[in-house]
């Protein structure tokens, strides 16, 4: 569902992304860790279509996302690490908003929005103002709002930020119910536990190329460690670690 061939990004001298090969399968949760800096959040936006590559190509669901960027980004459900949202509309509008964006017809609108808003505790917020809402509030509106078309992909960036345990342990039974229906998931994240918690394989990316890539397992032997937690891979693979 997601493949990422030789993707790069350069900024003048900088080489943020260099040389990226994942892909992603049906029903996957992948999840990409890395230090700051590393290269997380450019990939994410060449994957989103909102960053230009400098080479290389990304394809979800099989559209590649430089030639036919609109029908790309139609099969994408799509989670920043910050709710950016007009303030002045309401929850509801703001679902009206993403519904029209992504051709979602006002046959089936009105159901799903409720639905989702019943499901993130927003629904007796839905007539307000977004701009009374609290930073989790938004960012369970952001979620809600990028599932209403139903996308074949979801990529997230740091999905748990600003939420409270309970709306953490909402996102995480969620993103496993899309997974279990076929769902495609890409998610960015620098909680480390939640990363080995949900995702049935791990990329780690540091100064911009992958240097590891399976499951914990998998990395744990790139690592040569017997044991230990990701946190001691990751800090093995990152150059992180402490004497």
């Not at 999905?159 to 495609?184: N, Q």
Request: contains cysteine; negative net charge; aromatic residues 6%.
């Amino acid at each position: 569902m997601i493949a990422l061939t030789n993707l790069t990004k350069r900024y003048g001298d900088l080489m943020a992304v260099d040389q990226l090969n994942i892909s992603v399968e049906r029903g996957e949760i992948f999840g990409f860790i890395g230090p700051n800096g590393a290269g997380k959040t450019t990939t994410i936006r060449m994957m989103a279509g909102v960053l230009k590559p400098t080479e290389g190509e990304v394809l979800i669901g099989g559209l590649d996302m430089a030639s036919d960027p609109v029908a790309a980004k139609r099969v994408i459900g799509f989670i920043p690490d910050r709710p950016f949202l007009y303030e002045k509309l309401t929850g509801m509008e703001f679902m009206r908003f993403s519904a029209d964006l992504y051709g979602v017809g006002d046959g089936v609108f009105r159901e799903k929005a409720e639905g989702l808003l019943i499901q993130f505790s927003l629904y007796d917020w839905a007539d307000q103002l977004i701009e009374a809402y609290s930073h989790g509030m938004k960012q369970r509106l952001v979620i809600a709002s990028a599932l209403l078309h139903a996308p074949r992909v979801i990529i997230v960036d740091e999905p748990m930020v600003g939420l409270d345990p309970a709306g953490i342990r909402m996102v995480k039974d969620l993103l496993r119910e899309l997974a279990g229906k076929g769902t495609a998931i890409f998610m960015s994240t620098h909680t480390l536990e939640i990363a080995e918690d949900l995702c049935d394989r791990i990329g780690i990316i540091h100064r911009g190329r992958l240097v590891a890539l399976g499951t914990t397992g998998d990395l744990r032997g790139t690592a040569r460690l017997v044991d230990g937690d990701l946190e001691e891979v990751f800090l093995r693979l990152t150059g992180k670690e402490t004497p």
